[in-house]
């Protein structure tokens, strides 16, 4: 795996990988089958665990287990929990409340480098 600066990865949301893995298709595919050709995928641990808990048979898990095997995992280090933990607080201050998965995730993204620079992909419009 050649070196890839944190920047330039993608890290996609449960929700894209349920389409990428249902729908063979659709445009998320696409756009990941493009992402993938070019290693600049990343994941964490909620995801994966998000992803393979949707499959009713362990054998459907355990084949994406092995297709996920390969992306870049980002760790989920102490300080993100802790930052997790206070994301939460504020949202919840504001009477927003959020799955920890969730906050987690973001938590992750905003530690490896900006917002703006770490993509998060989250949905894709099919094209009007």
Known sequence: MLPVAVNSLVMIDTCIWVSFF??????????IDGLLDDDRVAIVGPILGEVLQGFRRDEQADWVA??????????????????????????????HKLPLTDL???AVAISKTSLSSLSILISISSPT
């Open 22 to 31: 249902n729908r063979p298709n659709s445009p998320e595919r696409k756009v």
């Open 66 to 95: 092995s297709s996920l095997r390969g992306l870049r995992e980002l760790d989920v280090t102490w300080d993100d929990w802790r930052h997790a933990a206070q994301l939460g607080r504020e949202l919840s201050a504001r009477g």
């Open 104 to 106: 987690v995730i973001a």
